[in-house]
């Protein structure tokens, strides 16, 4: 399935040839019909609702990020997580960013405030999307559900601009 909401700025954008200042993961952890999310209490998205996540640190693999920044945010380590999209977001003031979206089947530990997060476990039908980026309605269901997403965003501050996502079955579901 795709996705698209063209707009002139994002058609502008040569997405093939486009490279990121900054390369980060996003980590769900879900347990139970929940998804473990946090609100952002610094930094990108501050104030907002997402899952934990941060910018991936010289030699760092994917994996590694994921688990770190998890940890980091809320103390506790996610199981076996697995990379099931890449998302490219471009902003209007130049800033660029290539976030790898993992999912995880629970973790270890109970998770719990920090400087950088507030924990809230979220029921899947629950999911506070007002409180999210724009773009995580379009995708975000999608992924909870077990499909790959790959996506380019394009936003001027909070308000998303243009959109080309796909969604597919998940490669270990096709195997």
């Avoid at 506790?76 to 130049?94: I, K």
Wanted: proline share 7%; aromatic share 8%.
């Amino acid at each position: 399935m795709r996705i698209t909401q063209t707009h002139p700025n994002f058609d502008a954008i040569d997405w093939a040839a486009w490279h990121p200042a900054d390369h980060a993961t996003l980590c769900f952890i879900l347990r139970d019909r929940q998804v473990l999310l946090i609100r952002k209490k610094r930094g990108l998205g501050k104030g907002k609702v997402n899952g934990p996540g941060g910018k991936i640190e010289g030699g760092e693999t994917l994996e590694a990020c994921a688990v770190r920044e998890t940890e980091e945010e809320l103390g506790v380590t996610p199981l076996r997580p697995v990379e099931r999209g890449v998302l490219r977001f471009q902003f209007a003031d130049g800033y660029s960013l290539q976030a790898h979206v993992f999912a995880a089947d629970g973790c270890v530990g109970e998770p719990v405030e920090t400087p950088e997060a507030s924990p809230l476990w979220t029921p899947l039908d629950r999911i506070p999307y007002p409180r999210m980026w724009s773009d995580d309605v379009l995708w975000l269901p999608h992924f909870l559900d077990g499909k790959r997403v790959d996506g380019s965003f394009l936003f001027d501050g909070d308000a998303m601009l243009g959109v080309d996502l796909e969604i597919s079955e998940d490669a270990a579901d096709s195997a």
